[in-house]
């Protein structure tokens, strides 16, 4: 029962750099999430997969890009990595339906120097 | 472990005390409701939840109330230890959405 899995856990770039963040799930989910939580600010979404196949912008989506890969799967992107993309991000799941909760990862903390 | 967030609200108890977090929601549309629980270096772990046709949902030493006249959402903790030392988040979601609005979180402190 691992739950929602995120790779790596740690990571630090170079501004300018690329890199792609892995989530994946093992329950079965339809919906999947990615986030970002910076000081102060609470959690901001990003980007969203309401269902297999589908992907759309969240609240903060300039400077990513998401795959929905297959159901269990949801990697996120930065093409050209800014300083500003420092922060947790977090990836999240749960299955359709009105009264469902996301469950979470542990995270990616990532730094960009 | 990193902090979650600045400038949060906290709140200080004593380890066996009661523990009353709260959080106003926005969105009178809001059907759904969640608490999270986030600890250092970890992510948010669901806790309990509730829907809007409830006032009141128990679990494991937490309960959760909801008003929805003055769109308000408590979150008890009973007889509070260490371990529950964290940030709590509230979460809405109106009916029909897959997108639920987090609210900004309240960090516990239990002191032994």
């Known amino acids: 029962n691992a739950g929602v899995t995120q790779t790596p856990k740690f990571q630090v770039l170079k501004t300018g750099q690329s890199m792609t963040l892995q989530c994946a799930q093992d329950?079965?989910?339809?919906?999947m999430y990615w986030y970002r939580q910076d000081p102060g600010m609470g959690l901001r979404l990003i980007y969203y997969s309401a269902s297999e196949g589908t992907t759309d912008k969240g609240e903060v989506p300039n400077g990513y890009n998401v795959s929905r890969l297959n159901k269990r799967e949801f990697s996120l992107r930065l093409e050209s990595a800014a300083p500003s993309q420092t922060s947790v991000y977090f990836c999240a799941s749960r299955f359709r339906g009105d009264n469902q909760p996301q469950h979470f990862g542990d995270g990616t903390r990532l730094s960009i120097l | 472990g990193e902090s979650v967030g600045l400038h949060l609200p906290t709140l200080s108890v004593q380890e066996g005390d009661n523990s009353i977090i709260n959080c106003a929601y926005s969105?009178?549309?809001?059907?759904?409701f969640i608490w999270y629980k986030q600890e250092s270096g970890k992510g948010p772990q669901f806790i309990i939840d509730?829907?809007?046709?409830?006032d009141k949902r128990q679990g494991q030493r937490v309960t959760v109330l909801l008003n929805k006249t003055v769109k308000h959402l408590s979150l008890q903790i009973a007889a509070t230890q260490p371990g529950d030392s964290a940030v709590y988040f509230c979460?809405?979601?109106?009916?029909?959405?897959?997108?639920?609005?987090f609210g900004r979180g309240t960090s516990l402190i239990v002191h032994p």
């Open positions: 979460a809405e979601k109106a009916g029909g959405s897959y997108i639920p609005t």
């Open positions: 969105n009178s549309a809001s059907d759904y």
């Open positions: 509730i829907r809007s046709n409830m």
């Open positions: 329950m079965n989910h339809n919906s």
